[in-house]
Each structure stands twice: as structure tokens, then as C-alpha cells.
Nanobody
Framework: DVQLVESGGGSVQAGGSLRLSCAASGYICCRNDMGWFRKAPGKEREGVAAIERAGNTASADFVKGRFTISKDKAKNTLYLQMTSLKPEDTGIYYC????????????????????WGQGTQVTVS
């Protein structure tokens, strides 16, 4: 079975940093696109950033310049380095894997991804 396990969340003050990790088991890391999504209280889940098999990245405007997505194939792990955190970054962060290319679908289209983690809480105060 494929499992994605996020870690690295926690509580931090505004302006602080966190690095989220997503360890993939039963899945060949990075075979297709991988991404990070988040769900803020009272809002729908939204795409944060994604990384293609070739290493190209995409991210939401609200995190550009602050968050960086990366992957380590050898460790079968996806990362999200978050800096200059703001209270509005508070939410549950989810890792998604096996994002397939679908005509007309953007990187943050959830239906592209086959596997999801359980999420890790990030709280910025």
C-alpha cells in the first residue's frame, strides 16, 4: 500500500520558519508530480506548490518568495520549506503524490493526484 506521512508541522510565531516533510512508502517517489496543499479553517483546500518529475516547480502567488518545494529521490521524501510565515498560513498541510498530466488541468487540480497524506497542522500566531 502507498503511504504518505507528513511531519514537521507545529506552532510558530509570525515571521518564523518551518520545514515540512512527506515520507513516501510503497510508492516510487517523484514518478509523477508531487504537491503540497493546505486547508485553512473555514476555507476549501487549496494548492500551495508542486514539483514535476523533471524538477520544475509551480506555486501559488500567496507563497511565492516564501515557500520552496523540493524532493529527495534517494530518501523518497518531499519537502516544503516555509519562511516568513504569516497567520493566514495557518492550516492543515497535505502532501499529494502521483499527480498525472491531464489536458487542461493545472498543477493544483486535486483530481490529478492519486495519493494523499493525512496532513500536518501548521499554526502561525
Amino acid at each position: 500500500d502507498v503511504q504518505l506521512v507528513e511531519s514537521g508541522g507545529g506552532s510558530v510565531q509570525a515571521g518564523g520558519s518551518l520545514r515540512l516533510s512527506c515520507a513516501a512508502s510503497g510508492y516510487i517517489c517523484c514518478r509523477n508530480d508531487m504537491g503540497w496543499f493546505r486547508k485553512a479553517p473555514g476555507k476549501e483546500r487549496e494548492g500551495v506548490a508542486a514539483i514535476e518529475r523533471a524538477g520544475n516547480t509551480a506555486s501559488a502567488d500567496f507563497v511565492k518568495g516564501r515557500f520552496t518545494i523540493s524532493k529527495d529521490k534517494a530518501k523518497n521524501t518531499l519537502y516544503l520549506q516555509m519562511t516568513s510565515l504569516k497567520p493566514e498560513d495557518t492550516g492543515i498541510y497535505y502532501c499529494a503524490a502521483d499527480g498525472r498530466k491531464i489536458d487542461g488541468a493545472r498543477w493544483n487540480a486535486e483530481f490529478r493526484y492519486s495519493y494523499w497524506g493525512q496532513g500536518t497542522q501548521v499554526t502561525v500566531s
